[in-house]
């Protein structure tokens, strides 16, 4: 049994050298970032209970999943988190490790999937952050990223949902007029409603926490945390 989806492996693979070009066909997750690091960031330090503010990650196990050319994964070390990063994508791999070296970052970057990841440690923190729309069998990948995670443990989760407005707005905007994406970057059919996602979640010792909206603010130019949770969202979940 596998998570993978060949197709979306081999689609991100073709773009693997652009992940760091601010300009190119990630500009738009370049654009997202910010707010994801501070979503994030701010979570766990009130999950944890962390004072410091020098390195707040600090000693904080995270387990990156999907994680590309290490978008997020650099950040997250920066803020002082131990991090693994994985994803299916050798290219994507390559990209990333090749990347934090030349800022001397110490990541352990493997390619691989939840189900096949050969690690002993369980994780305080893992990130399923814009990756569970491109996956196959949606139900094993949290199964096997729960078992990833600490009891008490963060699991955050970001997609898309699947709504009409999202059609609208993520594919036919965002891919064919605006030209934000690669056309064919998302397949609607596997968008997840923040309800279905919650009910696979349960099934896996996962306990909603919270559960944000996220838009495109066009007049400040930048993304935020809303309401408004037909397009994008963020969700948080616990280990129990």
């Known amino acids: 049994m596998s998570t993978v989806n060949k197709k979306e492996i081999e689609k991100f693979s073709k773009m693997a050298d652009e992940w760091w070009d601010t300009e190119g066909k990630f500009k738009p997750l370049h654009k997202f970032n910010p707010l994801r690091i501070n979503y994030i960031k701010k979570k766990i330090i009130s999950k944890f209970n962390i004072k410091s503010k020098f390195e707040p990650l600090k000693n904080i196990e995270l387990l990156d999943i999907g994680c590309g ?42 390619c691989t999937s ?47 949902n699947k709504t009409l407005k999202s059609y609208i707005f993520a594919i036919v905007g965002a891919e064919y007029i605006l030209k934000w994406l690669p ?39 930048e993304w935020t945390i809303a309401k408004d949770k037909s397009v994008n969202y963020i969700s948080q979940f616990e280990k129990v």
């Open 69 to 110: 050319g290490g978008l997020l994964s650099e950040p997250m070390c920066r803020l002082g988190a131990k991090v693994t990063a994985i994803d299916a994508s050798q290219k994507n791999i390559n990209v990333a490790s090749f990347h934090s070296k030349k800022n001397n970052l110490k990541i352990n970057y493997l």
């Open 114 to 160: 939840p189900e096949k990841i050969n690690l002993k440690k369980k994780f305080d923190v893992i990130l399923n952050m814009e990756v569970v729309e491109h996956v196959d069998d949606l139900n094993l990948f949290l199964k096997k990223s729960s078992s990833l995670l600490k009891k008490n443990g963060l699991m955050f989760v970001a997609t898309l």
């Open 183 to 221: 056309i064919g970057t998302h397949e609607w059919n596997k968008f997840v409603k923040p309800n279905e996602l919650n009910e696979l979640a349960k099934k896996n010792k996962l306990k909603l926490l919270e559960i944000d909206g996220v838009k495109f603010d066009v007049l400040k130019n």
